[in-house]
């Protein structure tokens, strides 16, 4: 498995969360999602400017409605995507770091093209962020079949996503044929491998006994 540089043979190593904070420095233009006063959502691309010890480090200035939304919800969610279709989800509460001129220098260190942006001590209308405690997905599209897992950091609990095969299953197999990836297994009941469910849904749908059911959380 490549991810962007960082090369794991999935046989040997499977994913950590530290897998999925290395790979999003290594995208580091990243989607960062909020809530505006209104209840709306908001997306913009933000530098993934540090990641170390599971926590994630960005900045933004105090002028920008991201900087409003962020002090105000203290929370964000984060999406990337490599060349190799391999994306992760993050979702978690947001710190502002205190001793603001040592995190931002330390960016500023750390990522240099940012001297140019904000020169001298124009930088430090920038303020620095952490995400310490989250919940993350890794999602690797480029493979056959698609491959998925979850992970948390911190005091967050790993999110279970996708669908389950209830002991409803009459063995009919109908969900078997629909499923995309062909991810369902045959048993008493069958099972669904949620390592490559798409969780498009297509099985919940054409189950005539009402065995599949989504998992809650």
């Not at 530098?47 to 900087?67: I, P, Q, S």
């Amino acid at each position: 498995m490549i991810i962007s540089g960082l090369i794991l043979e999935q046989e040997d190593k499977q994913m950590t969360a530290k897998d999925c904070l290395a790979l999003l420095r290594k995208i580091k233009d990243a989607a960062f999602a909020t809530v505006d006063e209104h209840g709306r959502p908001r997306v913009r691309i933000i530098d993934v400017m540090l990641v170390e010890e599971e926590k994630l480090y960005f900045c933004t200035a105090r002028g920008k409605d991201f900087y409003r939304q962020l002090t105000a919800e203290k929370y964000t969610a984060v999406t990337g995507m490599n060349r190799e279709y391999q994306m992760i989800r993050l979702s978690g509460p947001v710190k502002r770091l205190t001793d603001q001129t040592m995190w931002i220098d330390r960016i500023f260190d750390e990522n240099p093209s940012m001297k140019e942006l904000y020169p001298e001590k124009k930088r430090y209308i920038l303020e620095a962020f952490c995400i310490e405690d989250a919940q993350l997905e890794f999602f690797d599209l480029g493979r056959n079949p698609v491959y998925r897992e979850q992970f948390a950091i911190g005091t967050m609990t790993k999110e279970d996503k996708g669908f389950c095969i209830t002991d409803s299953c009459t063995g009919c197999g109908a969900c078997k044929e629909a499923c995309p990836s062909q991810c369902i297994r045959e048993g008493e009941p069958f099972e669904i491998q949620a390592e490559h469910c798409l969780h498009c849904g297509l099985c919940e749908e054409q189950c005539p006994a009402g065995a599949i059911q989504r998992k809650e959380g």
